[in-house]
């Protein structure tokens, strides 16, 4: 079946611009989940999507970042006003609902590499 | 910061070797999870222990949790050159019923053939 979709797959924006990136999670995931890559770094987990609770935006590294889910399927990470230091890579991740095995592991999509000139 | 650091930070060893990676975390956890991402790629959940198993076994990988060290390893046998990956511990927290996890930085692993 498919797996995470993430479009695109490559961002090139000027700094002050804004930028908005796309996430399909696997069909039937109620959890979704955006993480942060920097070059050479571990992922930075950014926001936490559970069905029709209130997201946990406890990651969100300042106000100029945002995400909207559209029920249990499309998301969207918007970034305004890019800085240099907002490149990286945004991952997208999905899992079941629920605790514990197996609803813990999650699924990734491929990224989308943001360059902030 | 709760997340996770893995050493070495790079590790080169030949076909057939085994590959040890290790993983310390700060908190306490509901469970720790390995993932290895391919370059350019997403990442790809590899095993999960929870806080109450002590090793567990996939295939060619073996992963240990000492949660009285907050440590885990992830041992590879056998390694081969389609191994060569970035592998990276992650730490779940049962934390309002969110599974959100914190990644370490990374080990890359060099499979020569």
């Known amino acids: 079946g498919a797996g995470v979709s993430q479009s695109p797959s490559n961002k090139v924006t000027e700094k002050g611009k804004d930028v908005e990136l796309r996430c399909d999670p696997i069909?039937?995931?109620?959890?979704l989940y955006w993480y942060r890559q920097r070059l050479g770094q571990g992922l930075e987990f950014l926001i936490y999507?559970?069905?029709?609770?209130?997201?946990?935006k406890s990651g969100l590294p300042s106000d100029r970042f945002s995400a909207e889910r559209t029920g249990e399927s499309v998301s969207t990470l918007t970034i305004q006003r890019t800085q240099q230091e907002d490149s990286a890579v945004y991952l997208c991740?999905?899992?079941?609902?629920?605790?514990?095995?197996?609803?813990?592991?999650?699924?990734f999509g491929p990224g989308t590499r943001l360059t902030v000139l | 910061s709760q997340q996770g650091e893995e050493d070495p930070q790079a590790l080169s060893i030949q076909e057939g070797e085994n590959a040890t990676m290790n993983c310390s975390y700060k908190?306490?956890?509901?469970?720790l999870q390995w993932y290895r991402q391919n370059s350019g790629r997403g990442l790809v959940h590899l095993i999960l222990?929870?806080?109450?198993?002590r090793e567990k076994h996939s295939g060619r990988l073996r992963v240990t949790l000492d949660t009285s060290k907050k440590s885990s390893s992830l041992l590879i046998t056998a390694s081969r050159a389609a191994d060569t990956a970035s592998y990276f511990c992650?730490?779940?927290?049962?934390?309002?019923?969110?599974?959100?996890?914190?990644f370490g930085t990374g080990t890359r692993l060099t499979v020569i053939p």
């Open positions: 999507f559970q069905g029709n609770s209130a997201p946990d």
């Open positions: 991740a999905s899992s079941l609902a629920g605790r514990g095995p197996p609803h813990n592991e999650q699924f």
């Open positions: 908190t306490s956890i509901n469970n």
């Open positions: 222990i929870r806080s109450n198993e």
């Open positions: 992650a730490t779940a927290f049962l934390r309002g019923g969110a599974n959100n996890l914190f």
């Open positions: 069909s039937g995931h109620t959890a």
